[in-house]
Nanobody
């Protein structure tokens, strides 16, 4: 079965950086486009970024463009989200998932940006 394990979250000051990791198993990782999502308390889960299966194409929501970078290492079955210039409004639980076949959501990883 599909398993997705997010890690790398933490608490940082505004302007700080974090790199999130997404360890995937239970499917052929290199065949699937992947996305990152986030969910703040009291809000619905929202799309953040997407990357094609080969890593050659990416897309970002406007609020993170120029600050976040999505990439992947298919040989390690792992996706990443590099987050720079973090803002308090980036505070949320961050999740990764396949673009197609989102049957399972991992535990997510908490990102807290505060002074």
């Amino acid at each position: 079965q599909v398993q997705l394990v997010e890690s790398g979250g933490g608490s940082v000051q505004p302007g700080g950086s974090l790199r999130l990791s997404c360890a995937a198993s239970g499917f052929t990782f290199s065949h699937y486009a992947m996305s990152w999502y986030r969910q703040a308390p009291g809000k619905e889960r929202e799309f953040v970024a997407r990357i094609s299966n080969t890593g050659t194409s990416t897309y970002y929501v406007d609020s993170v463009k120029g600050r976040f970078a999505i990439y992947r290492e298919n040989a390690k079955n792992t996706g990443y989200l590099q987050m720079n210039s973090l803002r308090p409004e980036d505070t949320a639980v961050y999740y990764c998932n396949r673009v197609v076949g989102r049957d399972y959501w991992g535990q997510g990883t908490q990102v807290t940006v505060s002074s």
